[in-house]
C-alpha cells in the first residue's frame, strides 16, 4: 500500500512541475484603436484588466485560425487591436496585431501578424462577446 501511494505521489508531483513550466505567454494588456470610415485611427485605448484580458484571450482561443489562407479584400478594418503579450521578466514582449472586421452574419474576421495564426474567423457564439470586451474602453 507504501510502494502505491508513493507512486501515486510522485505522479501527482510530477504533473505539478511539468504545469508550472509550462511555456505559456501571458495577455498583459490590449491597445484598442477603432477604424473611421474614412480610415483614419481614432484615439487609442488600453486594456489593462486582468479578468477582461483573461476573457478575450479565452475567446481568441475560440478562433478557427487558417495560416495559409489568404482573405479576400474586405475593405477597412473596424478595429486594430495590439496584444502585449509576456513570458518571462527578462524577454521583451511579444506584440501580435490583429486587424478586426465585424461581418453581416454575427461572426467576426481576423488577420493576425502571428504566421501561425494568419487569417482566422470566430463564429457568432463567441464573436458578439469578443466586440463588447474590445469596445468596452472605447
Known amino acids: 500500500m507504501k510502494k502505491l501511494f508513493n507512486l501515486l505521489f510522485l505522479c501527482l508531483l510530477g504533473t505539478m512541475l511539468v504545469a508550472c513550466s509550462n511555456d505559456e505567454n501571458f495577455l498583459i494588456r490590449i491597445d ?4 473611421a470610415s474614412d480610415d483614419s485611427l481614432e ?6 484588466d486582468l479578468i477582461t484580458l483573461d476573457s478575450i484571450k479565452s475567446l481568441l482561443e475560440e478562433v478557427k485560425w487558417e495560416p495559409e489562407e489568404e482573405p479576400e479584400d474586405a475593405g477597412s478594418e473596424d478595429l ?4 502585449f503579450y ?3 521578466k527578462d ?18 474576421t ?11 474567423k470566430l463564429d457568432e457564439e463567441y464573436a458578439d462577446k469578443l466586440k463588447s470586451l474590445l469596445e468596452s474602453e472605447l
Open 43 to 48: 484615439d487609442e485605448d488600453m486594456i489593462l
Open 32 to 35: 484598442v484603436q477603432r477604424v
Open 110 to 120: 481576423i488577420i493576425s501578424n502571428n504566421e501561425e495564426e494568419g487569417y482566422g
Open 80 to 83: 486594430i487591436a495590439t496584444l
Open 86 to 88: 509576456a513570458d518571462e
Open 91 to 108: 524577454k521583451p514582449d511579444e506584440l501580435y496585431l490583429y486587424r478586426i472586421w465585424y461581418n453581416f452574419d454575427d461572426t467576426i
